[in-house]
Protein backbone atom coordinates (compact mmCIF):
# COMPACT_ATOMS: atom_id res chain seq x y z
CA UNK A 1 0.00 0.00 0.00
CA UNK A 2 1.47 3.44 -1.34
CA UNK A 3 1.68 5.67 2.12
CA UNK A 4 3.56 7.97 4.34
CA UNK A 5 4.41 6.50 7.68
CA UNK A 6 5.48 8.64 10.64
CA UNK A 7 6.61 7.85 14.03
CA UNK A 8 5.65 8.48 16.53
CA UNK A 9 2.16 9.42 16.24
CA UNK A 10 2.42 10.91 19.62
CA UNK A 11 4.82 12.99 21.62
CA UNK A 12 5.48 14.74 25.11
CA UNK A 13 8.89 15.37 26.30
CA UNK A 14 10.90 18.46 28.19
CA UNK A 15 12.34 21.79 26.87
CA UNK A 16 16.27 20.81 25.45
CA UNK A 17 15.40 17.07 24.98
CA UNK A 18 16.62 16.34 21.43
CA UNK A 19 13.89 14.21 19.51
CA UNK A 20 14.13 13.25 16.16
CA UNK A 21 10.26 12.52 14.22
CA UNK A 22 10.62 9.96 10.90
CA UNK A 23 9.25 9.86 8.01
CA UNK A 24 9.32 7.33 5.33
CA UNK A 25 7.64 6.93 1.97
CA UNK A 26 7.18 3.96 -0.36
CA UNK A 27 6.41 5.52 -3.19
CA UNK A 28 9.65 6.38 -4.70
CA UNK A 29 9.00 9.97 -4.68
CA UNK A 30 11.53 12.58 -5.04
CA UNK A 31 9.91 15.52 -2.90
CA UNK A 32 9.19 15.32 0.57
CA UNK A 33 8.27 18.13 3.14
CA UNK A 34 7.42 18.81 6.82
CA UNK A 35 4.61 21.04 7.76
CA UNK A 36 3.14 22.08 11.17
CA UNK A 37 -0.34 22.88 11.69
CA UNK A 38 -1.70 25.16 14.75
CA UNK A 39 -5.04 26.16 15.39
CA UNK A 40 -6.44 29.40 13.27
CA UNK A 41 -2.53 29.10 11.26
CA UNK A 42 -3.36 26.40 9.00
CA UNK A 43 -0.40 24.24 7.88
CA UNK A 44 3.06 25.77 7.60
CA UNK A 45 5.85 24.58 5.55
CA UNK A 46 8.96 23.82 7.73
CA UNK A 47 11.75 22.30 5.84
CA UNK A 48 11.55 20.74 1.82
CA UNK A 49 13.72 18.28 -0.34
CA UNK A 50 13.34 18.32 -3.51
CA UNK A 51 15.56 14.96 -3.82
CA UNK A 52 18.32 12.94 -2.09
CA UNK A 53 21.00 15.52 -0.40
CA UNK A 54 18.78 18.72 -1.26
CA UNK A 55 16.89 20.24 1.36
CA UNK A 56 15.79 24.06 1.72
CA UNK A 57 14.27 26.26 4.43
CA UNK A 58 10.21 26.35 4.02
CA UNK A 59 8.30 29.56 6.19
CA UNK A 60 9.10 28.08 9.91
CA UNK A 61 12.17 26.39 9.86
CA UNK A 62 13.82 28.06 13.06
CA UNK A 63 14.42 25.44 15.43
CA UNK A 64 14.49 23.01 13.19
CA UNK A 65 16.98 20.43 11.02
CA UNK A 66 16.41 18.13 8.40
CA UNK A 67 18.27 15.35 6.52
CA UNK A 68 18.09 13.64 3.13
CA UNK A 69 20.27 10.75 3.43
CA UNK A 70 17.89 8.37 1.37
CA UNK A 71 14.93 9.05 -1.31
CA UNK A 72 12.73 7.32 1.10
CA UNK A 73 13.46 9.05 4.64
CA UNK A 74 13.47 12.41 5.56
CA UNK A 75 13.84 12.90 9.34
CA UNK A 76 12.54 16.00 11.41
CA UNK A 77 15.34 16.80 13.96
CA UNK A 78 14.39 18.93 17.15
CA UNK A 79 18.06 20.10 18.86
CA UNK A 80 16.02 21.37 21.63
CA UNK A 81 12.65 21.68 21.69
CA UNK A 82 10.98 24.90 23.20
CA UNK A 83 7.13 24.73 23.76
CA UNK A 84 6.20 27.23 21.12
CA UNK A 85 7.17 23.80 19.25
CA UNK A 86 4.31 22.55 20.43
CA UNK A 87 2.19 21.49 17.40
CA UNK A 88 0.69 19.04 14.83
CA UNK A 89 3.08 17.95 12.52
CA UNK A 90 3.28 16.11 9.13
CA UNK A 91 5.52 14.76 6.69
CA UNK A 92 4.51 14.63 3.29
CA UNK A 93 5.86 13.27 -0.44
CA UNK A 94 5.14 13.68 -4.00
CA UNK A 95 6.53 12.71 -7.09
CA UNK A 96 7.07 16.18 -7.85
CA UNK A 97 6.61 19.43 -5.60
CA UNK A 98 3.55 20.71 -8.60
CA UNK A 99 2.03 17.10 -8.30
CA UNK A 100 -0.22 15.28 -5.84
CA UNK A 101 1.28 15.24 -2.30
CA UNK A 102 0.20 12.70 -0.07
CA UNK A 103 0.45 13.45 3.67
CA UNK A 104 1.24 10.83 6.74
CA UNK A 105 -0.86 10.48 9.46
CA UNK A 106 0.59 13.02 11.87
CA UNK A 107 2.55 13.35 15.04
CA UNK A 108 1.40 15.64 17.91
CA UNK A 109 4.08 17.20 19.80
CA UNK A 110 3.98 18.20 22.94
CA UNK A 111 6.95 20.25 24.56
CA UNK A 112 6.54 21.35 28.68
CA UNK B 1 1.05 39.08 -0.32
CA UNK B 2 0.04 35.64 -1.54
CA UNK B 3 -2.74 34.98 -0.12
CA UNK B 4 -5.75 31.91 0.65
CA UNK B 5 -8.62 32.83 2.20
CA UNK B 6 -11.72 30.22 2.45
CA UNK B 7 -15.13 30.73 3.25
CA UNK B 8 -17.16 30.22 5.76
CA UNK B 9 -14.88 29.20 8.72
CA UNK B 10 -17.71 26.45 9.54
CA UNK B 11 -20.72 24.85 8.19
CA UNK B 12 -23.10 22.56 9.33
CA UNK B 13 -25.47 20.79 7.27
CA UNK B 14 -28.05 17.84 7.63
CA UNK B 15 -27.20 14.63 5.92
CA UNK B 16 -28.26 14.52 2.24
CA UNK B 17 -28.13 18.10 1.50
CA UNK B 18 -25.35 19.87 -0.49
CA UNK B 19 -23.32 22.68 0.00
CA UNK B 20 -20.72 24.29 -2.00
CA UNK B 21 -17.23 25.94 0.18
CA UNK B 22 -15.62 28.41 -1.74
CA UNK B 23 -11.56 29.41 -2.02
CA UNK B 24 -10.54 33.04 -3.00
CA UNK B 25 -6.85 33.65 -3.66
CA UNK B 26 -4.00 36.48 -4.51
CA UNK B 27 -1.38 34.00 -5.52
CA UNK B 28 0.84 34.71 -8.43
CA UNK B 29 2.17 33.55 -10.88
CA UNK B 30 -0.51 30.37 -10.59
CA UNK B 31 0.25 27.29 -10.68
CA UNK B 32 -2.41 24.86 -9.29
CA UNK B 33 -5.36 25.05 -7.12
CA UNK B 34 -5.49 21.80 -4.80
CA UNK B 35 -8.30 20.69 -2.40
CA UNK B 36 -7.74 18.60 0.47
CA UNK B 37 -9.92 16.89 2.89
CA UNK B 38 -8.41 16.22 6.71
CA UNK B 39 -10.29 14.15 9.09
CA UNK B 40 -10.04 15.15 12.61
CA UNK B 41 -6.30 14.25 14.08
CA UNK B 42 -5.48 13.03 10.63
CA UNK B 43 -3.36 14.10 7.60
CA UNK B 44 -5.06 15.75 4.37
CA UNK B 45 -6.25 13.97 1.39
CA UNK B 46 -6.18 15.32 -2.00
CA UNK B 47 -10.00 15.73 -3.86
CA UNK B 48 -8.73 17.25 -6.66
CA UNK B 49 -5.88 19.69 -8.13
CA UNK B 50 -6.60 21.75 -11.40
CA UNK B 51 -4.28 23.52 -13.43
CA UNK B 52 -5.08 27.06 -15.10
CA UNK B 53 -6.94 26.10 -17.88
CA UNK B 54 -9.36 23.57 -16.11
CA UNK B 55 -12.53 24.87 -15.44
CA UNK B 56 -14.56 21.53 -13.51
CA UNK B 57 -13.22 18.61 -11.59
CA UNK B 58 -15.03 15.90 -10.09
CA UNK B 59 -14.09 13.15 -7.78
CA UNK B 60 -17.61 11.21 -6.97
CA UNK B 61 -19.70 13.74 -4.91
CA UNK B 62 -16.84 16.05 -4.81
CA UNK B 63 -16.70 18.88 -7.88
CA UNK B 64 -14.23 21.47 -7.91
CA UNK B 65 -14.90 24.82 -9.83
CA UNK B 66 -12.06 27.15 -10.58
CA UNK B 67 -12.37 30.46 -12.43
CA UNK B 68 -9.31 31.89 -12.96
CA UNK B 69 -9.50 35.18 -13.78
CA UNK B 70 -11.52 36.58 -10.93
CA UNK B 71 -9.17 33.92 -8.78
CA UNK B 72 -11.83 31.92 -7.67
CA UNK B 73 -12.94 28.03 -6.48
CA UNK B 74 -15.50 26.24 -5.18
CA UNK B 75 -15.82 22.70 -4.05
CA UNK B 76 -19.65 21.26 -4.10
CA UNK B 77 -20.70 18.05 -2.21
CA UNK B 78 -23.84 16.61 -3.20
CA UNK B 79 -25.93 14.23 -1.36
CA UNK B 80 -23.89 15.18 2.03
CA UNK B 81 -22.74 12.07 4.10
CA UNK B 82 -21.76 12.09 7.78
CA UNK B 83 -18.30 11.03 6.74
CA UNK B 84 -17.75 14.20 5.04
CA UNK B 85 -17.62 15.75 8.25
CA UNK B 86 -13.84 17.26 8.09
CA UNK B 87 -11.69 19.95 7.10
CA UNK B 88 -11.42 21.10 3.64
CA UNK B 89 -8.24 23.01 2.93
CA UNK B 90 -7.73 25.41 -0.17
CA UNK B 91 -4.65 25.32 -1.61
CA UNK B 92 -2.65 27.04 -4.55
CA UNK B 93 0.47 26.43 -5.88
CA UNK B 94 2.61 29.68 -7.03
CA UNK B 95 5.76 28.37 -9.36
CA UNK B 96 8.75 30.52 -8.39
CA UNK B 97 10.86 29.23 -10.53
CA UNK B 98 11.26 26.22 -13.35
CA UNK B 99 10.08 22.82 -11.27
CA UNK B 100 9.72 24.22 -8.04
CA UNK B 101 6.70 25.52 -6.75
CA UNK B 102 5.46 26.99 -3.15
CA UNK B 103 2.06 25.54 -1.55
CA UNK B 104 -0.04 28.70 0.14
CA UNK B 105 -2.35 27.24 2.76
CA UNK B 106 -6.05 28.34 3.43
CA UNK B 107 -6.90 27.56 7.03
CA UNK B 108 -9.74 25.77 6.31
CA UNK B 109 -13.87 25.17 6.31
CA UNK B 110 -15.14 22.73 8.94
CA UNK B 111 -17.75 20.88 7.65
CA UNK B 112 -20.37 18.91 10.31
CA UNK B 113 -22.88 17.02 8.81
CA UNK B 114 -25.74 15.60 10.76
CA UNK B 115 -28.15 13.21 10.76
Known amino acids: EAQVTQNPRYLITVTGKKLTVTCSQN?????MSWYRQDPGLGLRQIYY???????DKGDVPEGYKVSRKEKRNFPLILESPSPNQTSLYFC???????????FGQGTRLTVV | KNQVEQSPQSLIILEGKNCTLQCNYTVSPFSNLRWYKQDTGRGPVSLTI?????NTKSNGRYTATLDADTKQSSLHITASQLSDSASYICVVSSRRSYNTDKLIFGTGTRLQVFP
Open chain 1, 92 to 102: ASSFRQSTEAF
Open chain 1, 49 to 55: SMNVEVT
Open chain 2, 50 to 54: MTFSE
Open chain 1, 27 to 31: MNHEY
